[in-house]
Each structure stands twice: as structure tokens, then as C-alpha cells.
């Protein structure tokens, strides 16, 4: 079954602490993967897409690793800022004779000062 | 430039009614997908539109349903409201499905 597991359900962080997001996933045929950041109340906004043969992906602060083999993501983010708090979404493309996204349920982030 | 924008930003509706969304992509870009997100179900995608044309499709049932127009505009309809229609709706825009598609602020609808 294509699935996209996200964990932690929820995180609580100190302001200027790094953090780091996991992202496993079951989907094949994978075609890229997606990290999205959502405040509450907002659409959700992209911070990286990452096909099959790509490692690592930097914006800004925010660092985003692909292990295809193990079909594993991590989206690591540096010195954490109070704007930082917001759920981050992991969203991975399947595509056979078309293309399905599959979300996962999200990470919970909440930077306290 | 402008980015995606959502019309109305909220509705409430009462069962049985039904509600038509739209959406205004970022010039230029060609694919709209919808979504709807709920607490319990989390992002889960609708459909997707290219020129005009419903390329791709979720789980949904057939009282939800979408066309673009010529201006890739695009609209929503859910008809025969249920209550568990209650929901974000998010449309996000892109130049092809496999680059970086751009959210807009999303419309929440409540049934009552």
C-alpha cells in the first residue's frame, strides 16, 4: 500500500534550536518528493522538491535529505525561529500510468521563546 | 507577480445545497489541482486540471467535480452537501505536475 508516514506527530523546541523531521515512505514508482510548510490557517508552502537522484536540498534554513533506497526523508531545520512554528508536510509523487500524490499527516512544530 | 487566489475565503452552506469555489492561478501556469483538508483526513487531493482538461483524479465522489477554463481559472462544485463536506479547500497552481505548485490561501467551508 503507497503510504507516507510522518514523525514526530508533534514537536515542541526552545527558539535557536535545530530540529529534524522524518518522512518514510512506501509509495513505488516514487517520482519526487515534496516538503511543504503550512501555518495554520494558510495554504501550504513549498520548501523543496527532491526527485529520486538528489541527496539534499537547502532553502535557507532549511535542509531537506532523500535516501531512496531506504525510502526515507528528513527535512532538518537550523537555528529555529518562533515563524518556524507551523506544520510541515511531507508529500510524496507516485507515478505509473499517471501521477497521485500521497500526503503524509504532517509534523506539528512549536517554537517557544 | 501575483500569486494563487481563492474566492470566497469562507462559506457556510446548509445541507443538501451546493457550493461552486474558485480559483485564479499564478499567469502563466497551466496545471490547478485541488485538495481538501481535514482534521481527521489530513491533505487529500481532489483533481487536477491541464488546459483545460481533468488530467488526474482522487478518491472522491462524482458530487464533487471541477473544469478550467480557457483562462485556466478554475472552479469547484460539490453538490447535495453532507456535513462531512466541512472542510479547507486548497487549490495550487504549477506549471506542469512535476514542478514546485503554489498554494493559495484556501476556502473554508463549513455545512450546517
Known amino acids: 500500500k503507497n503510504q507516507v508516514e510522518q514523525s514526530p506527530q508533534s514537536l515542541i523546541i526552545l527558539e535557536g534550536k535545530n530540529c529534524t523531521l522524518q518522512?518514510?515512505?512506501?509509495?513505488?514508482?516514487?517520482?519526487?518528493l515534496r516538503w511543504y510548510k503550512q501555518d495554520t490557517g494558510r495554504g501550504p508552502v513549498s520548501l523543496t522538491i527532491?526527485?529520486?537522484?538528489?541527496n539534499t536540498k537547502s532553502n535557507g534554513r532549511y535542509t531537506a535529505t532523500l535516501d531512496a533506497d531506504t525510502k526515507q526523508s528528513s527535512l532538518h531545520i537550523t537555528a529555529s525561529q518562533l515563524s518556524d512554528s507551523a506544520s510541515y508536510i511531507c508529500?510524496?509523487?507516485?507515478?505509473?500510468?499517471?501521477?497521485?500524490?500521497?500526503f503524509g499527516s504532517g509534523t506539528r512544530l512549536l517554537v517557544r521563546p | 507577480k501575483a500569486g494563487v487566489t481563492q474566492t470566497p475565503r469562507y462559506l457556510i452552506k446548509t445541507r443538501g445545497q451546493q457550493v461552486t469555489l474558485s480559483c485564479s492561478p499564478i499567469?502563466?501556469?497551466?496545471?490547478v489541482s485541488w485538495y481538501q483538508q481535514t482534521p481527521g483526513q489530513g491533505l487529500q487531493f481532489l483533481f487536477e486540471?491541464?488546459?483545460?482538461?481533468?488530467?488526474n483524479k482522487g478518491n472522491f465522489p462524482g458530487r464533487f467535480s471541477g473544469r478550467q477554463f480557457s483562462n485556466s481559472r478554475s472552479e469547484m462544485n460539490v453538490s447535495t452537501l453532507e456535513l462531512g463536506d466541512s472542510a479547507l479547500y486548497l487549490c495550487?497552481?504549477?506549471?506542469?505536475?512535476?514542478?514546485?505548485?503554489?498554494f493559495g490561501q484556501g476556502t473554508r467551508l463549513t455545512v450546517v
Open positions: 495550487a497552481s504549477s506549471l506542469d505536475w512535476n514542478t514546485e505548485a503554489f
Open positions: 518522512c518514510n515512505y512506501t509509495v513505488s514508482p516514487f517520482s519526487n
Open positions: 527532491m526527485t529520486f537522484s538528489e
Open positions: 508529500v510524496v509523487t507516485l507515478m505509473d500510468s499517471s501521477y497521485k500524490l500521497i
Open positions: 499567469s502563466g501556469h497551466r496545471s
Open positions: 486540471y491541464f488546459s483545460e482538461t481533468q488530467r
